[in-house]
C-alpha cells in the first residue's frame, strides 16, 4: 500500500466557491477542489496555498483548517491511501484561470448548491458542506475579514 498526502482549498470569494474542471484524455472528467501533494519540506498550509494558486492562478488567504478526508484508490503498480488536509480560504476577488498542464480545462465560482451538485466525489461534497457552514459562522460573527499582515 503506498501512503499519500495531499493538501488542499475550499476557496471562497463573495460567498462562492472555486471550482476547476479537469478533463484527462476524456478518462477522468468532473469538476474538483484544488489541491495537490505535499513536497518535501513544506508544511501543510504551505502546499494548500501553492496547489491553489498552481491550479487556479488564485491568490488565497487562508482562514481555518476544516479537516481532513481519506480515500483509497489503485493504480496499476499497488493500492494508494490517499489523506487531503482542507483548509478554509478568501480570495481577493473573482478571477481564476486553469492550469492546463494539470489538464484543467476550466474553472470559475459558483453558489453553494451549484458547487455542491457539480462536485464530482462525495468526500469533497462533506468538505464543501463542513467548509461553508464554517465560512457562514465567521461571517455571522464578523470574522470573514481578511487578517492585516503584521511587519
Same mark, same amino acid.
Given at each position: &500500500?503506498? $501512503?499519500? @498526502?495531499?493538501?488542499?482549498?475550499?476557496?471562497?470569494?463573495?460567498?462562492?466557491? /472555486?471550482? /476547476?474542471? %479537469?478533463?484527462?484524455?476524456?478518462?477522468?472528467?468532473? =469538476?474538483? +477542489? *484544488?489541491?495537490?501533494?505535499?513536497? @518535501?519540506?513544506? #508544511?501543510?498550509?504551505?502546499?494548500?496555498?501553492?496547489?491553489?494558486?498552481?491550479?487556479?492562478?488564485? #491568490?488565497?488567504?487562508?482562514?481555518?483548517?476544516?479537516?481532513?478526508?481519506?480515500?483509497?484508490?489503485?493504480? *496499476? $503498480?499497488?493500492?494508494?491511501?490517499?489523506?487531503?488536509? =482542507?483548509?478554509? &480560504? &478568501?480570495?481577493?476577488?473573482?478571477?481564476?484561470?486553469? $492550469?492546463?498542464?494539470?489538464?484543467?480545462?476550466?474553472?470559475?465560482?459558483?453558489?453553494?448548491?451549484?458547487?455542491?451538485?457539480? /462536485? #464530482?466525489?462525495? !468526500?469533497?461534497?462533506?468538505? +464543501?458542506?463542513?467548509?461553508?457552514?464554517?465560512? +457562514?459562522? /465567521?461571517?455571522? !460573527? %464578523? $470574522? =470573514?475579514? %481578511? *487578517?492585516? #499582515? @503584521?511587519?
Amino acid at each position: &500500500m503506498i $501512503q499519500a @498526502t495531499s493538501c488542499g482549498g475550499v476557496v471562497i470569494f463573495r460567498g462562492k466557491i /472555486l471550482l /476547476l474542471y %479537469k478533463n484527462f484524455k476524456n478518462r477522468y472528467e468532473g =469538476w474538483v +477542489l *484544488p489541491k495537490g501533494t505535499v513536497e @518535501t519540506g513544506e #508544511k501543510h498550509v504551505e502546499t494548500a496555498l501553492r496547489e491553489v494558486f498552481e491550479e487556479s492562478g488564485v #491568490k488565497a488567504t487562508v482562514m481555518k483548517y476544516i479537516g481532513k478526508s481519506e480515500y483509497t484508490f489503485n493504480v *496499476p $503498480q499497488d493500492i494508494v491511501e490517499k489523506e487531503v488536509h =482542507w483548509y478554509l &480560504m &478568501m480570495a481577493d476577488n473573482y478571477y481564476s484561470k486553469p $492550469q492546463r498542464e494539470e489538464f484543467f480545462v476550466d474553472s470559475g465560482y459558483y453558489k453553494y448548491h451549484e458547487a455542491y451538485h457539480l /462536485l #464530482k466525489f462525495s !468526500n469533497e461534497k462533506q468538505i +464543501l458542506e463542513q467548509a461553508y457552514q464554517e465560512y +457562514l459562522d /465567521l461571517r455571522k !460573527n %464578523k $470574522q =470573514w475579514i %481578511k *487578517p492585516r #499582515k @503584521t511587519f
